[in-house]
């Protein structure tokens, strides 16, 4: 009951048609925050889904701390009742552990839970999780098997394009949806490739034209008009924006960062940084809240001395006080 007054409420501000359903729950809108590690934690998250994000991923967590006594998942999968739907995000490389910690942590009742096999770091790839899966398709088919039998909740997955020898992006998302996934979300991008380069959206609309259950593309959505012209170019039921909303959460609603107002700007780092502080404390929360803010003032348009104090420890306070000095200086 809860989770339908939720979503009554979210819809009576938003479209009145879902964009598209994930399983049984539906979608309302056709932009989403990239799960980021070290940066979609509750406080931005809040804010992006505030400013339109249509739903919400956790940071990933790793299913050995999940299975262990560390405090750390906890932290990551928190979220309150407005962020719904809400997807937990998690990886790892061994089907029977990935299942137990999808159980345990279905106890928390978040509406998704998604298998990520995108991420391209080293350290995770190398171990055969995140991108590092996706070379192995009967891993990736046993392990949506597990999930989706045992799991109450819908189960989603996050890929790449796959390695540069391998691209086996297609492939894989047919597995998805053949072993029970309810939505595949594509970054257009290889693990070799990380970053760089361009996305190629061919390939996000390959998939799209390979599946039946919803596609998210991800990649270069920089500009408000990025959103429409991937969703033309590919026909995506959404995209996910990732490095482009971090300077400019309000892209969520469709507006550019030059069009954002020094009111808009004041009164979303006074927000952020509150929620922040509550989340993390006060010390924890403004050390935290300062690689948003170098973001949000655009840094490389500040002197060097600016750049210096809002890097400075400070408390809470006495840091959003600087922050809108400086903003008033540069608007």
Same mark, same amino acid.
């Given at each position: 009951?809860?989770?339908?007054? *939720? ?5 009576? #501000? ?9 399983? #049984? ?18 406080p ?8 339109g994000?249509?739903?919400?991923? %956790? ?5 050995e ?8 998942p906890?932290k ?8 719904r739907?809400? %997807?937990?995000?998690?990886?790892g ?6 299942l137990?910690? =999808?159980?345990?942590?279905? +106890?928390? #009742? ?7 096999? !995108?991420?391209? =770091? ?6 055969g999780?995140g ?25 989603? !997955?996050?890929? $790449? /394009?796959?390695?540069?020898?391998n +691209?086996?992006? +297609? /492939? ?7 072993? &029970? ?6 970054h !257009?991008? %290889?693990?070799?490739? $990380?970053?760089? &380069? ?9 998939v ?8 998210? &593309?991800? &990649?270069d ?25 971090i ?21 979303l ?6 929620? *922040? ?7 924890? !929360?403004?050390?935290?809240?300062? +690689? ?14 600016? $750049? ?24």
């Amino acid at each position: 009951m809860g989770k339908l007054i *939720c979503y009554t409420l979210q819809t009576m #501000n938003e479209s009145k048609t879902p964009n598209f359903y994930i399983k #049984n729950i539906p979608i309302y809108g056709d932009t989403i925050l990239a799960p980021m590690d070290g940066y979609s934690d509750w406080p931005f998250r809040s804010v992006c889904r505030e400013l339109g994000s249509a739903m919400s991923y %956790t940071e990933f967590v790793k299913v050995e701390k999940i299975l262990s006594k560390s405090k750390e998942p906890a932290k990551r999968l928190f979220f309150k009742e407005p962020e719904r739907p809400m %997807t937990f995000q998690i990886y790892g490389e061994d089907p029977d552990l990935i299942l137990k910690a =999808a159980l345990q942590i279905e +106890k928390l #009742n978040p509406d998704i839970i998604d298998l990520n096999m !995108g991420c391209p =770091a080293k350290t995770i790839a190398d171990r055969g999780a995140g991108v590092g899966m996706m070379p192995s398709p009967l891993t990736i088919a046993r392990t949506f098997r597990k999930l989706v039998k045992h799991l109450k909740v819908p189960v989603t !997955g996050k890929i $790449r /394009l796959g390695w540069d020898k391998n +691209k086996n992006y +297609k /492939l894989i998302a047919r597995i998805v949806e053949e072993e &029970g996934g309810q939505l595949i979300a594509v970054h !257009g991008r %290889t693990k070799e490739q $990380r970053y760089a &380069g361009l996305a190629n959206w061919d390939a996000v609309a390959e998939v799209k034209s390979a599946v039946k259950i919803p596609v998210i &593309g991800s &990649g270069d959505i920089k500009r408000v008009a990025d959103i429409d012209r991937m969703k033309n170019h590919t026909k995506a039921d959404a995209v996910m924006i990732g490095r482009g909303a971090i300077a400019n959460p309000w892209i969520f609603s469709r507006i550019d960062r030059e069009d954002v107002t020094p009111q808009m700007m004041q009164d979303l780092i006074h927000k952020h940084l509150a929620r *922040c502080v509550e989340f993390y404390g006060d010390e924890d !929360g403004s050390r935290l809240f300062r +690689k948003y803010a170098v973001q949000y003032l655009l840094m490389h348009t500040l002197t060097r001395e600016d $750049r210096k104090e809002i890097l400075k420890p400070r408390p809470s306070g006495e840091f959003a006080k600087m922050l809108e000095q400086i903003y008033a200086v540069t608007a």
